[in-house]
């Protein structure tokens, strides 16, 4: 069965500490994984959008990889309006329909 | 990119009625996707809602209680039918762009509450 597994549940950063969110994945066959970020009451804003093992993508103080099981999400740098929930998706070549990982709740306090 | 709207944004609705929500993209696009986001939790697809066809419901969705409707390649609806407490979630329409690769945009959402 196709599956999204994110951790930590939630982080609580101080400015300026970097860190690190993980997305792990379980699919038949990958056809792009996603980061979003959601602030509360609103809808997800799109990230990056990751295809293959290897492949990098950056924003401002985002950092997006992936290999062929996980994808991470580096902050460097954090600034207390990158508090969020960040989201990770997945989507198949079988069923194009999107899987949805459980978020972290990021915390960065000034 | 792509720009969706949302109407309602929010609604306070009583049980055993019926609400329907709109989503306009700002240009055409193949693919639209209704979710459901309980409050805390991440996001639960509903349905696939592709123009010139069925929509697709996912497991634990049936379309007596979830109807879509999608007329043409810039609007959808789904309606909340015979609501119970159980439905007060955010509803979220997205659609997937392909142009030099694949995203997704999200709507606003909107925000339900049912009595």
């Known amino acids: 069965e196709d599956q999204v597994t994110q951790s930590p549940e939630a982080l609580r950063l101080q400015e300026g500490e970097s860190s690190s969110l993980n997305c792990s994945y379980t699919?038949?066959?990958?056809?792009?994984l996603f980061w979003y970020r959601q602030d509360p009451g609103k809808g997800p804003e799109f990230l990056f959008t990751?295809?293959?093992a290897g492949e990098e993508k950056e924003k401002e103080r985002l950092k997006a990889t992936l290999t062929k099981k996980e994808s991470f999400l580096h902050i460097t740098a954090p600034k207390p309006e990158d508090s969020a929930t960040y989201l990770c998706?997945?989507?198949?070549?079988?069923?194009?329909?999107?899987?949805f990982g459980t978020g972290t709740r990021l915390k960065v306090l000034a | 990119s792509a720009v969706i709207s949302q109407k309602p944004s929010r609604d306070i609705c009583q049980r055993g009625t019926s609400l329907t929500i709109q989503c306009q993209v700002d240009?055409?696009?193949?693919?639209m996707f209704w979710y459901r986001q309980q409050p805390g939790q991440s996001l639960t697809l509903i349905a696939t809602?592709?123009?010139?066809?069925?929509?697709?419901?996912e497991s634990g969705f049936v379309i007596d209680k979830f109807p879509i409707s999608r007329p043409n390649l810039t609007f959808s609806t789904l309606t909340v039918s015979n609501m119970s407490p159980e439905d007060s979630s955010i509803y979220l329409c997205?659609?997937?762009?392909?142009?030099?690769?694949?995203?997704?945009?999200f709507g606003p959402g909107t925000r339900l509450l049912v009595l």
């Open positions: 240009s055409q696009v193949t693919m």
């Open positions: 699919v038949s066959g990958l056809r792009g």
């Open positions: 990751l295809y293959s």
């Open positions: 997205s659609v997937e762009v392909k142009s030099g690769g694949v995203t997704q945009y």
């Open positions: 809602a592709n123009q010139g066809s069925e929509a697709t419901y």
């Open positions: 998706a997945v989507t198949t070549s079988g069923t194009y329909k999107y899987i």
